[in-house]
């Protein structure tokens, strides 16, 4: 499964605005439940409750929240620069300004482990890193999460 399998242009908001953790995560719930065809409350609920079991801030200004849901059958993603940012609890106790939320199928297994793995390495690339933050369009984000050479090259 590659990043455009998982994330619609749909899905990619380039400059969010938000003041928290909570406020970030409503703004990318509401464009997940619309790719999923869920609820808004449902999607945030999830994100939540993972919340709370530890952090999803992995460090260096990264978040990758995720959750595994009822009701969609397909992993679903939402990527989001963040306009400025925000305290996210993360492990290195730095801001955090991207955020790639993703939701998979209650059964999902492996695939949901592997689809966070692949995100995971592709956020690890400082250069892509960069090039996100220095990215101001979702056609140039897009762009970016979804070119294979990117994925391979963390």
């Known amino acids: 499964m590659e990043i455009m ?16 953790k ?22 945030f609920d999830v994100l939540l409750e993972r919340e709370r079991l530890g952090s999803t801030g992995v460090g260096r200004g990264v978040a990758i929240p995720h959750g595994r849901l009822a009701g969609i059958e397909t992993p679903c993603a939402v990527f989001a620069r963040l306009d400025q940012p ?3 609890e993360a492990i290195d106790e730095q801001p955090v300004d991207l955020i790639f939320l993703l939701l998979a199928p209650e059964s999902a297994g492996a695939d949901h482990l592997k689809a966070l793995a692949k995100i995971s390495r ?7 890193c960069e090039q996100l933050r220095g990215s101001d369009t979702a056609d140039a984000l897009f762009a970016l999460l979804t070119e294979p050479a990117k994925v391979s090259a963390a």
């Open 5 to 20: 399998d998982l994330l619609p242009l749909s899905g990619v908001l380039p400059k969010l605005k938000a003041t928290s």
């Open 22 to 43: 909570k406020h970030a995560l409503q703004g990318m719930s509401e464009v997940a439940a619309k790719i999923a065809n869920l609820h808004e409350r449902t999607v």
């Open 86 to 88: 925000i305290d996210f």
């Open 122 to 128: 592709l956020l690890r690339n400082e250069s892509t």
